[in-house]
């Protein structure tokens, strides 16, 4: 199913969000740095996003800011705890409802807690391939599609990288500690979405 993307815009702006439109990633790339300069007193927190590697941003982030701190496999505790406290933090949803709600799932719950509260202002980078028509089937992407493929990226063994699907595992392995839904803009920080017509991500 195709969606219009300016139609969601409007729902995420009629949730208290701020969002944008942008034809492709260049586009993404050049309206996040232009909206939020970056300088060497800032601190850049991202999620571990294979959106924000297509986008090819942590370089430039890295030369501008005072430090870019990431949540991914082998970063230490110090370094998770100081991405929650960045003045940027950048990341991508699992899957977004065509109503204007951001769906994700996380392990361990750091990189969801740094879009609810810590950092002053959230980025979420999302491509076309992560709308889904309902909550109800972003949820199910989320589980179904995202958590999966990151499950298998990540060499996890879980019962999900041999069926293919979520299998509501209890798995010592399991990447899905936490699930958030953000349904409208939260008191604190203030989230801002860039809707890509592209697929970017899983």
């Not at 993307?5 to 050049?30: M, P, W, Y």
Request: glycine share 6%; proline share 3%; charged share 20%.
């Amino acid at each position: 199913m195709d969606f219009d993307l300016n139609i969601l815009k409007k729902q995420f702006n009629r949730r208290g969000f701020n969002s944008t439109v942008c034809n492709n990633r260049h586009e993404a790339v050049d309206y996040i740095l232009e909206t939020f300069p970056v300088n060497d007193e800032m601190i850049i927190g991202m999620g571990n996003s294979l959106t924000l590697d297509a986008l090819g941003i942590k370089d430039i982030l890295i030369e501008r800011a005072s430090a870019v701190y990431q949540h991914a496999p082998g970063s230490s505790e110090v370094e998770s705890k100081k991405a929650l406290l960045a003045d940027l933090y950048l990341t991508s949803a699992n899957a977004v409802s065509y109503d204007g709600q951001i769906v994700n799932i996380d392990g361990t719950g750091n990189r969801t807690a740094a879009t609810c509260y810590g950092p002053t202002q959230v980025i979420y980078v999302v491509g076309k391939n992560k709308i889904a028509e309902s909550l109800e089937d972003a949820v199910w992407r989320a589980r179904n599609v995202a958590a999966v493929q990151n499950a298998k990226r990540y060499n996890r063994k879980t019962p999900c990288v041999v069926t293919g699907k979520c299998e509501d595992c209890l798995s010592p392995e399991c990447i899905c500690g936490v699930m958030t839904i953000h349904r409208k803009q939260p008191h604190g920080n203030k989230i801002t979405i860039v809707l890509v017509n592209e697929e970017l991500g899983l």
